[in-house]
């Protein structure tokens, strides 16, 4: 059983531009939800996608959306990047018909904006 | 209302001793409350986890200690070991959604 994954792991942006941050759910997984979680601080929710649609929003902007694949995989875009974007990046995964709520992270792409 | 605090932001504990991190929340709508380890460059691991018809839950050396009417919980690390060293997550989250919310975190460290 594979675990989630996460690419890039690393990456660079200047101020305005776009980024795409991919995650491969756990096998078994039909829930993905997306987190930021800046230096020091705990994650914080940006959104979470179930059977290709979104099913929750945290307090993030629309620059910030996602895709939720029929493979279950997802994408997160940030349009307009800005310097507090600067984040390590977490995808979480949960599995079908699970109701304790449990998530199962990924190691996270980590994204510095200059 | 939407806040989990987390206290303190850092520990230092000697080896064999015990760790204990505190989390309350205003929202009582919370009915399961997870605790989260994380390594550095790692992503958060689920340590363990209580819903609030429990007071105690114990798994090894890791017991969640949870009081309803002070809407506070903890975690409690017995003979901590260095390889504990890491950072700690409590988190908050009505059953059913996968929304958490969580603490900021305590870094803890176990002295050799």
């Known amino acids: 059983e594979t675990g989630v994954t996460q690419s890039p792991t690393h990456l660079i942006k200047t101020r305005g531009q776009q980024v795409t941050l991919r995650c491969s759910s756990q096998?078994?997984?039909?829930?993905v939800s997306w987190y930021q979680q800046a230096l020091g601080q705990g994650p914080q929710f940006i959104f979470q996608?179930?059977?290709?649609?979104?099913?929750g929003r945290g307090n993030f902007p629309p620059r910030f959306s996602g895709l939720q694949f029929p493979n279950y995989s997802s994408e997160l875009n940030v349009n307009a990047l800005e310097l507090d974007d600067s984040a390590l990046y977490l995808c979480?995964?949960?599995?079908?018909?699970?109701?304790?709520?449990?998530?199962?992270f990924g190691e996270g792409s980590r994204l510095t904006v200059l | 209302q939407q806040q989990v605090k987390q206290s303190p932001q850092s520990l230092i504990v000697q080896k064999g001793g015990i760790s204990i991190i505190n989390c309350a929340y205003e929202?009582?709508?919370?009915?399961?409350f997870p605790w989260y380890q994380q390594f550095p460059g790692k992503g958060p691991a689920l340590l363990i986890a209580?819903?609030?018809?429990?007071s105690e839950k114990k798994e090894g050396r890791f017991t969640i200690s949870f009081n309803k009417s002070a809407k506070q919980f903890s975690l409690h690390i017995m003979d901590s070991q260095p390889g504990d060293s890491a950072t700690y997550f409590c988190?908050?989250?009505?059953?059913?959604?996968?929304?958490?919310?969580f603490g900021t975190g305590t870094r803890l460290k176990v002295l050799a």
């Open positions: 979480a995964s949960s599995p079908t018909g699970q109701v304790t709520g449990e998530l199962f």
């Open positions: 096998s078994g997984h039909n829930t």
């Open positions: 996608y179930y059977r290709e649609e979104e099913n």
């Open positions: 929202n009582t709508a919370f009915d399961y």
């Open positions: 209580i819903r609030p018809d429990v």
């Open positions: 988190a908050a989250a009505t059953s059913g959604t996968y929304k958490y919310i």
